[in-house]
Each structure stands twice: as C-alpha cells, then as structure tokens.
C-alpha cells in the first residue's frame, strides 16, 4: 500500500506492508505530475513499514529510476530494517541515486525543507 502526499518540497511518500507494481505507478504519476509543476522535486520515502516488495515492481523502480533520474533532485529515505536498507542502497547504486537515509520522518522532513547549498 503507499500513501503520496504533496509538500512544498515535493512528495512524501509512505510504503506499507508490500509494495507492488500497483503502487509503483501511483508513485510514477505523481512523481511525474510534480515534475511538470515544480521541476525538480525532492521525494522522501518512507519505507519504516515496508515489509516486501514484488519482482515486477523491482523492475519497474529501475527502469523508471533509470529514465529519470535528473527529474528529481534530492532523495531522503527512511528505514529501520536492514533488509529493506540494503534493498534501497542496491536500487540506488544501479540507478546512480544518491540518497541520504534518516532513522524519523521528522529528521527526513527536516534536511528537505532547509535550503540547499545552491539555493544560498
């Protein structure tokens, strides 16, 4: 299940229980839709109640990940399991993402919303 939400930064993105090809296109759309009206939006994904993922839905992230990589700028992630960590770590060093990993949504909402270096 996921839950998008918009926010001045971007989106806030929440991943519950299995995350699957489904859910996956929810999050391109809304990615894509914030894309045309922000231009590079920065995402926070919080997958601290991710359990599993499906395949196809691996697939996809990578692909899409892949395709649009300059489409969004930066990339906060919370997690607290390992498995799921190491998941998103892998995901990202195939799709050249840079991410920063938080332990709170709070913290996460926090980097995003303070300006960035280029902003100053």
């Known amino acids: 299940m996921i839950s998008i939400r918009e926010q001045n930064y971007g989106l806030d993105v929440a991943l519950f229980n299995e995350f699957t090809l489904a859910d996956f296109k929810l999050f391109e759309e809304a990615l894509l839709k914030r894309v045309q009206e922000q231009g590079r939006p ?4 919080d ?11 691996a697939f996809e992230e990578l692909r899409f990940m892949r395709a649009h990589e300059g489409d969004y700028g930066r990339l906060a992630i ?3 399991d390992v498995w799921i960590k190491l998941a998103a770590h892998l995901s990202g060093l195939l799709a050249a993402t840079h991410a920063r990993y938080f332990d709170s949504v709070e913290a996460a909402q926090a980097w995003l919303a303070a300006p960035t270096p280029e902003a100053a």
């Open 42 to 45: 920065d995402l926070l994904l």
């Open 47 to 57: 997958l601290s109640e991710l359990v599993d993922f499906t395949l196809d839905m």
């Open 78 to 80: 919370v997690v607290s």
